[in-house]
């Protein structure tokens, strides 16, 4: 069964530091997303990406915050300026349609110091 | 303005007994509603949804939810617990943006 796989899935990085964390869709899958979940809370969206540009993003996701996809399988978060408070479980989905069930990746833990 | 809510931060059941796990929902327009669970550093995974039609809705592992317009609930159920559904659940809805509830942790006790 075609899964949703990121990398790493463990990345500690120092306060303002650069981070980019990979994430490969399910291939025949349109609609790309990023979540993230800090320690014992919920799920919050970030972005969503659709056609090679987002097609929507919460507040949460400001100018440190950037997507890609620089090639036709990859999907990647970068996080230029990490912040103490950046420190959580970052999830990528994808889903072949706008309506449809989004598959979740394993997550990467993202711990900053 | 889209949301979910989950009333119960934790919700413990006997095997072999029904479990619910309560939503509810604040969404203008049709509602796009979504469970997940998700085990232990694990990502979540999608057990049902609800877009129209039939207000039960049959999802993964037996699971099935009951769309409720009149109270705006979305409750997942199911007719008998197994230990190995103790996992989190969340609840969503889909507008513009996924909206997660905070989750309900639940434990069924063998």
């Known amino acids: 069964e075609p899964e949703v796989t990121q990398t790493p899935s463990h990345q500690v990085t120092q306060m303002g530091q650069e981070v980019i964390l990979r994430c490969v869709p399910i291939s025949n899958h349109l609609y790309f997303y990023w979540y993230r979940q800090i320690l014992g809370q919920k799920v919050e969206f970030l972005v969503s990406?659709?056609?090679?540009?987002?097609?929507?993003k919460s507040e949460i996701f400001d100018d440190q915050f950037s997507v890609e996809r620089p090639d036709g399988s990859n999907f990647t978060l970068k996080i230029r300026s990490t912040k103490l408070e950046d420190s959580a479980m970052y999830f990528c989905?994808?889903?072949?349609?706008?309506?449809?069930?989004?598959?979740f990746g394993p997550g990467t833990r993202l711990t900053v110091t | 303005a889209q949301s979910v809510a989950q009333p119960e931060d934790q919700v413990n059941v006997a095997e072999g007994n029904p479990l619910t796990v309560k939503c509810t929902y604040s969404v203008s327009g049709n509602p796009y509603l979504f469970w997940y669970v998700q085990y232990p550093n694990r990502g979540l995974q999608f057990l049902l949804k609800y877009i129209t039609g039939d207000n039960l809705v049959k999802g993964s592992y037996g699971f099935e939810a009951e769309f409720n317009k009149s109270q705006t609930s979305f409750h997942l159920k199911k007719p008998s617990a197994l230990v190995s559904d103790s996992a989190l659940y969340f609840c969503?809805?889909?507008?513009?943006?996924?909206?997660f509830g905070t989750g309900t942790s639940l434990t069924v006790i063998p």
């Open positions: 989905a994808s889903s072949l349609i706008w309506d449809g069930e989004q598959y």
């Open positions: 969503a809805v889909k507008g513009n943006q996924f909206y």
């Open positions: 990406f659709y056609n090679n540009e987002i097609s929507e």
